[in-house]
């Protein structure tokens, strides 16, 4: 998370979203970097519950900023969740996914059923405390030169952002079944990713 309220934006890392590389590429740029667990990966609603009232109290309502993040194709983020805990460092581990297709990782997930496919979602992560401000700005993951280009903006430094934590190449295929209850299930998601930030209906709007 990178917290920036004097310059105008506080930066939620949502998880399999190229965080991590846009925080180092900004982290000399803000007041305030938070990194590691449980503080990295921070939900809106956690920010709204425990960080915007501490930042109210120094000075920074919360007008005075916009909170940001990034949203993956659902699909496309829960793909790469699989690839990363297919990886042979966790194997012998509790959350180790390569002994299971896609498509099983996929079904473990809808069901909740096993740890490994326990990796949370992209909606619960955005969702505002209720009746509370939603987030200002959610910006595609596919484009990712739009978030950068804004946060440059900012901070007001042309800054080049090097890509890390990238998820192992692991092709994966979908049966029509099993892609169309994920499409259901991920109704959610996809209703806020179209809408983002670089998708083409947020763009119809503007």
Known sequence: MLI????????????????????RAFQPYVQAFLKGNPFKH???AGFQRFLQPYLAAQGFPRDSYEV????????????????YRTRD?????????????????????????????????????????PGERELDRIFRYDRLDLLVEYLCEKVGKKVEVGFSNVSPERPFALSEECERELREFFEPEYRIYERAIGGREAATAS
């Open 89 to 129: 460092e966790l194997r012998g581990h509790r959350n180790y996914a390569g002994h299971v297709s896609f498509e099983q990782f996929a079904r473990a997930y809808m069901e909740g059923s096993k740890q490994f496919a326990r990796v949370g979602r992209q909606y619960n992560f955005v969702r505002p405390r």
């Open 4 to 23: 920036a309220p004097k310059k105008g934006f506080v930066f939620l890392a949502t998880p399999k979203t190229a965080s991590t590389s846009i925080e």
């Open 68 to 83: 940001i993040c990034v949203l993956r194709e659902p699909i496309d983020w829960l793909s790469s969740w699989w690839r």
């Open 42 to 44: 921070t939900t809106y």
